[in-house]
């Protein structure tokens, strides 16, 4: 993973500072948006790693199924990624822009991966919480792992707080060999 997110970064970075220079970001947002689920589709990754097919075909084939959703500088954007050979890289390139733009916002997802289902009171307390320690908005989407046994793991950008039991035992498994 941590190599399709390199090769994805400066296409995100590109398309993030180009939407920020002329006010769409929205409008990328939406276009990544559109174009992840269009080649995240199983069919879709088949024909993406077919070399049978052509990259004229290929990018003909993205915009065709967009219809009129994608503007020039999208059409431009979707060439540039089939000429390179990375158009499999559209829903990491979807997520870091995410990323930047939540980051440029001033807010920050955070994923709660519980070992029981949290009320809307537990997760206001977790978002007030990491909204003081970082300075941002926050905005919870909370998992239910029943593996965890107990507590919680709290994932927010690169930051991982473990606070579940059954990271704790691992912990104290490590500590005692």
């Known amino acids: 993973m941590q190599e399709k997110t390199t090769i994805a970064r400066p296409y995100a970075q590109a398309v993030f500072e180009l939407s920020q220079e002329t006010s769409t970001v929205d409008a990328w947002s939406a276009a990544l948006g559109l174009l992840n689920r269009i080649v995240s589709d199983p069919q879709m990754r088949m024909l993406v790693n077919n070399p049978r097919v052509s990259d004229q075909q290929l990018q003909d084939l993205v915009i065709e199924i967009a219809a009129d959703a994608f503007s020039a500088q999208a059409k431009n954007f979707i060439k540039v990624l089939v000429a390179a050979s990375r158009l499999q890289y559209a829903p990491q390139i979807a997520e870091l822009f995410e990323a930047m733009r939540a980051n440029a916002e001033g807010r920050i997802d955070v994923e709660v991966i519980a070992a029981y289902e949290l009320d809307k009171t537990q997760e206001d307390d977790i978002a007030k919480g990491i ?47």
Do not use: F, H, M, Q
Not at 150 to 174: K, Q
């Open 131 to 177: 909204s003081a320690r970082l300075g941002k908005t926050v905005r919870i989407s909370s998992s239910v792992d029943e593996t965890l046994i107990g507590g919680a793991v709290i994932r927010a950008g690169d930051s991982v707080i473990d606070a579940s039991l059954r990271g704790r035992l691992t912990e104290l498994g490590n500590d005692l060999v």
